[in-house]
């Protein structure tokens, strides 16, 4: 059974910061490409990052550029999003996901097949 | 950047009923869409992938069409465990993006 669990989660002062983790389970995981995805309370769904299945390449949305770092140890099966310089608007619950994925030699676009529970981040004074 | 417009953003059907759901791309993506289902306080659940592929274990009344700018969601006799919020989310080009969702209710 493929398992995602983000941990890290929690109320921090407007301009701090936050590292989410989420570890993976019951699936090759250093194959497949991880992303990230927030919700506002009763808003929808945002792309937040990504990281490709190696850590090479990483991609930001513009509203987390320069404030958001993501890495991953593909030893450990997990896959973390540091959080800082964070602003009101930041509050979400933060779910991490997998993407694209290679299976032997053939390579696959994917987003969102397996999901976590998702974590909730509270940027309030 | 890519778009993604869905309409209608609600809608209410009565059990047994068909319903789509549009979901238009601001330029061309081909069929790099994938439909997710969101239940209240849960995460998401895949559905379709590449437009119009049915996920293992999603039941057969889900279906998707579509490629290029516009594409749909259909659920063919609606059921109670169908209320929800949908999205499409295009996945051919960064940034990422979601439609803004259709909140399906049964009548």
């Known amino acids: 059974e493929v398992q995602l669990v983000e941990s890290g989660g929690g109320l921090v002062k407007p301009g701090g910061s936050l590292r989410l983790s989420c570890a993976v389970s019951g699936l090759n995981f250093s194959n497949y490409d991880m992303i990230w995805v927030r919700q506002a309370p009763g808003k929808g769904l945002e792309w937040v990052s990504s990281?490709?299945?190696?850590?090479?390449?990483?991609y930001f949305a513009d509203f987390v550029k320069g404030r958001f770092t993501i890495s991953r140890d593909n030893a450990q099966n997990s896959v973390s999003l540091q959080m800082s310089s964070l602003r009101g608007e930041d509050t979400a619950v933060y779910f991490c996901a997998t993407g694209g994925y290679c299976s032997g030699s053939d390579c696959f676009s994917a987003v969102g097949d397996y999901w976590g529970q998702g974590t909730l981040a509270t940027v309030s004074s | 950047d890519i778009q993604m417009t869905q309409s209608p953003s609600s809608l209410s059907a009565p059990v047994g009923d068909r319903v789509t759901i549009t979901c238009r791309a601001s330029q061309g993506i081909s069929s790099y869409l994938a439909w997710f289902q969101q239940r209240p306080g849960k995460a998401p659940k895949s559905l379709i992938y590449?437009?119009?592929n049915l996920q293992n274990g999603v039941p057969s009344r889900f279906s998707g069409s579509g490629s290029g700018t516009y594409f749909t969601l259909t659920i063919s006799g609606l059921q109670p465990e169908d209320s929800a919020t949908y999205y499409c989310?295009?996945?051919?080009?960064?940034?990422?993006?979601f439609g803004q969702g259709t909140k399906v209710e049964i009548k």
């Open positions: 990281i490709s299945s190696s850590g090479t390449y990483k």
């Open positions: 989310q295009q996945y051919l080009r960064y940034p990422y993006s």
């Open positions: 590449a437009a119009s």
